[in-house]
């Protein structure tokens, strides 16, 4: 039986490291559509791991890690739609046999749990992304290393074998508009020894970032580069805007399928149309996502999208998500209402900004061991036994067409 003694994940019950109460606004008090904007982070004396990692970092840097796009309202929105769900335990379900395991791309993952792919950890910490790679590695978590990472992927994948051999990274690729760059970028993934490409489909402009802009941050710090990038026709690595973002379509897919045997998993998926053609073309996972409030502003938050997804879907691939996530319950949601795993984004962040690869680890444990004790407390013995009767929205009466009703209450 899982014990829940090691810290809670999410920094405890009156705090937060997403944006709710670390940094922005409060709820309420945002200006009227056209104001600033975002406020910049609040009091430094504001608890919660995001607050932590901003005493460490240089403004603009904790605000790029932090930031979303616009006025914020799909990154609030990520963290609070976890809030106005609740779950339904179930009771008399006992066994000795709990366990987190699931299956993902032919591989056993120990949790449902994954590392979401984010730029520039060596903004976050000296060691970077190595730093993250053996973290994730130890704790027996997926990484997907990102194509804007500070480190190349050949060392991120050998770092995280060095901790653990078995160790599983995946390669995050935004298309690029020069199908060269693009192989090119496939075949380094490939060489290092990563297992899937996670494309990320919903930047065909890069997201208006409101703290960014107000910033300037443009550049990163001389000595740092988005080391995948480099010797690549038309790329010098240094600025954030090096990475090209480009309205890929259908077509560039199926010629990105032709380079490689890797699976691919179409990432920023909301719509369910679009969930359904991914599957027609031959995609071999999809990640819901909303980017982390980055992209889209008016986006919905991720697990709001979820469910539509899941029915396109039908159980043809495995359905991925991220956004949002913050403790076991969360993840517990979100694979009641149809995920197979769940992408932590900024608790990695935040997590590495304070503690380094120790802090990474941490936070990796504590969300699996959160929730295994959150499973159990369902009354589940394995992750699939979580399912969509038991997510009812909070504050309205569940009933009629409820639990037990066979139908779903969201
Ligand atoms: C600082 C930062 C950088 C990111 N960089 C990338 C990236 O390079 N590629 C990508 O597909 N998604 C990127 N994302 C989005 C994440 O993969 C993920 O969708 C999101 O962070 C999940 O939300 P969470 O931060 O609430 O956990 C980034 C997110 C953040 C916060
Ligand atoms: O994708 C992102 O959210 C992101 O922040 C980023 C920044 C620079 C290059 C590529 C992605």
């Known amino acids: 039986m899982a014990e829940s003694s090691g810290p809670d994940p999410s920094g405890g019950p009156d705090e937060s490291d997403g944006l709710r109460e670390a940094d922005g606004p409060a709820e309420g008090s945002r200006g009227p559509a056209g104001s600033a904007g975002p406020e910049r982070g609040a009091a430094a004396s504001a608890p919660g791991p995001a607050a932590s990692a901003r005493r460490k970092l240089r403004p603009e840097h904790y605000d790029f890690f932090a930031g979303g796009a616009g006025e914020e309202t799909a990154l609030r929105e990520n963290e609070r739609a976890f809030g106005r769900l609740a779950l339904l335990p179930r009771v008399l379900r006992g066994g000795a046999d709990l366990g987190t395991r699931v299956s993902v791309l032919g591989r056993e993952w120990q949790a449902p749990l994954f590392v979401s792919p984010t730029a520039f950890h060596r903004l976050a910490h ?16 997926p990484l997907v290393t990102s194509m804007a990472a500070t480190t190349a992927v050949a060392d991120v994948v050998a770092a995280a074998r060095e901790a653990d051999s078995e160790a599983l990274v995946w390669f995050q690729l935004y298309p690029q508009p020069e199908h ?20 990320t489909v919903d930047s065909p402009v890069f997201g208006r970032r409101t703290r960014d802009l107000r910033n300037g941050f443009h550049d990163l710090p001389p000595g740092l580069a988005a080391e995948n990038m480099r010797d690549l026709p038309g790329a010098a690595p240094g600025s954030t805007r090096d990475i090209a973002m480009w309205p890929a379509g259908w077509d560039d897919l199926a010629r990105l399928r032709e380079l490689t045997d890797l699976p691919v998993v179409l990432k920023g998926v909301l719509h369910p149309e679009d969930a359904r053609t991914a599957v027609e073309q031959g995609v071999d996972a999809l ?54 795993a769940v992408g932590v984004g900024r608790p990695v962040l935040w997590a590495l900004a304070t503690g380094g690869e120790d802090g990474v680890r941490e936070v990796l444990t504590a969300l699996r061991e959160d929730f295994a004790h959150v499973l159990t407390l369902c009354g589940g013995r394995r992750p699939e036994d979580l399912t969509a009767d038991q997510v009812v929205l909070r504050g309205l009466p569940y009933r009629p067409g409820g639990p037990g009703r066979g139908e779903r209450a969201w």
């Open 126 to 141: 000296p060691d970077g992304e190595l730093a993250t790679a053996r973290a994730a590695a130890a704790t027996g978590i």
């Open 180 to 199: 060269e760059v693009t192989a090119e970028l496939v075949r380094r993934a490939e060489r290092a020894g990563c297992r899937a490409l996670v494309v």
């Open 287 to 340: 990640l819901v996502s909303n980017h982390g409030g980055r992209q889209l502003d008016a986006a919905p938050a991720s697990v709001e999208a979820l469910p539509t997804v899941i029915e396109a879907v039908a159980g043809r691939v495995p359905v991925l998500m991220d956004g949002g996530v913050r403790r076991g319950t969360d993840i517990a949601l979100a694979l009641a209402l149809g995920a197979r």
